[in-house]
């Protein structure tokens, strides 16, 4: 575990997936993040990298050829190397192994940076392409808050608010965690969702076309918030178990699998492609009022 820290934020990450474990608002004395009960759900914000979602079979096909990957990748089950680091400043890497090439047929390495800026935390994907042609993947964060902040609120109290007008079209999961190619308009009041237990009783709430790249966290009785800020990412994921006391806002490039046949990696949708010897960033922001 390594911690960051300055006058209003202290995190803590661990090098099992460069995971974001404790986000401690030191101005109020509040957890903000979910603390990874595994009778609910076991992790934090874990970091999605090779795929994003579901598989069909759990398999990628890669020029004719099946590999095995797990819903979400590899990325968050790995250990990182942290090759960096300041009292605000973290850098950790994962690099390719023989046991990644064994499930991503692809040299890489995937660095993730934790920065404090006074109430905000920024966390920047780095994935570099050491291969001699080009890799194709997926990436994406998964940061879970804890909902309602203080004990005497209810989940009930607190809603989410996007930074611009939408049409919040959500794509439909089936039980398996394939898009079914349907899609259901999202009832929305101003740019809000009201938070409330059932509300992914049907799975996630997926939104693969946004304007914001930005959406709150607020209270309908309070003026304290939480921002989460993604100017790289063009979709959005938002989930929680049914009834439990958090919710999930999840940045992405790339989704789950559609229902059907396994296709090509290269032609999954919204899949990114990076040439031989080149990198891609990606940032998202974490603000705390």
């Not at 006058?7 to 401690?24: D, H, M, P, R």
């Not at 595994?38 to 398999?59: K, Y």
């Not at 190397?81 to 390495?109: C, G, H, M, Q, R």
């Not at 964060?141 to 902040?149: G, R, S, V």
């Amino acid at each position: 575990m390594i911690s960051l820290e300055n006058n209003f934020l202290k995190v803590t990450i661990n090098s099992k997936g460069a995971e974001l474990s404790s986000l401690f608002n030191k101005l109020n004395g509040l957890e903000h993040l979910w603390q990874a009960d595994p009778s609910v759900w076991g992790f934090h914000a874990p970091n999605l990298f090779p795929v994003v979602g579901s598989c069909i079979d759990n398999q990628i096909l890669i020029d004719g050829q099946k590999y095995p990957v797990k819903r979400h990748g590899f990325a968050r089950h790995s250990e990182f190397e942290l090759v960096d680091s300041t009292s605000t400043k973290a850098k950790f890497i994962l690099n390719y192994s023989e046991s990644t090439l064994a499930v991503f047929p692809f040299k890489f390495a995937f660095e993730v940076t934790y920065e404090l800026r006074d109430s905000e935390l920024s966390v920047l994907y780095h994935v570099i392409n050491l291969d001699d042609h080009t890799m194709y993947f997926s990436i994406g964060a998964h940061p879970a808050f804890n909902i309602p902040f203080y004990e005497h609120e209810d989940y009930t109290d607190y809603y989410l608010e996007f930074a611009a007008t939408e049409v919040l079209e959500k794509h439909l999961l089936n039980s398996d965690g394939f898009f079914t190619g349907n899609t259901e308009k999202l009832v929305t009041e101003s740019n809000r969702i009201n938070l409330r237990p059932d509300l992914f009783k049907s799975d996630a709430l997926v939104f693969k076309k946004l304007v914001s790249r930005e959406v709150l966290i607020k209270n309908h009785k309070t003026p304290n918030f939480i921002s989460i800020s993604f100017p790289d990412f063009t979709s959005l994921g938002i989930w929680a178990p049914p009834g439990a006391d958090f919710v999930c806002i999840e940045p992405w490039l790339g989704y789950a699998d559609t229902e059907g046949e396994l296709k090509d990696f290269s032609l999954k949708e919204g899949i990114l492609s990076l040439e031989s010897s080149k990198s891609f960033k990606a940032e998202f922001i974490i603000g705390v009022n």
